[in-house]
């Protein structure tokens, strides 16, 4: 059973940067597939970024040239550099893990409790 827990929200001015991370445990990280969700009041959970466990990575249009996914596969760890960030940007972000490499959010098996990030105009 995988456990993840997401630091690093807060609040940041539009053009501003944040870097979330998301720690995790459990033996299978090295081939499992990790990625970020946001959820903004009021709208559908949104994909933000997946990686590989290879490293091979994928974004979403809104968020391409500005957040960088990367992970740290020795220390089980899953980081999402934002930058240029905008007020659209504002919203929980969450980390997930699964054995699929997707954009689909009910197709990952594990997820964190989330943490904020906010911009402010």
């Known amino acids: 059973q995988a456990q993840l827990v997401e630091s690093g929200g807060g609040l940041v001015q539009t053009g501003g940067s944040l870097r979330l991370s998301c720690a995790t445990s459990g033996p299978t990280f090295t081939q499992t597939s990790m990625a970020w969700f946001r959820q903004a009041p009021g709208k559908e959970r949104e994909f933000v970024s997946a990686?590989?466990?290879?490293?091979?990575?994928v974004y979403a249009d809104s968020v391409k040239g500005r957040f960088t996914i990367s992970r740290d596969n020795t220390k089980k760890t899953v980081n999402l550099q934002m930058n240029n960030l905008k007020p659209e940007d504002t919203a929980v972000y969450y980390c997930?893990?699964?054995?699929?490499?997707?954009?689909?959010?009910?197709?990952?098996?594990?997820w964190g409790q989330g943490t904020q990030v906010t911009v402010s105009s």
């Open positions: 997930a893990a699964g054995s699929r490499f997707t954009e689909v959010s009910h197709h990952y098996e594990y």
């Open positions: 990686i590989r466990w290879t490293g091979y990575t």
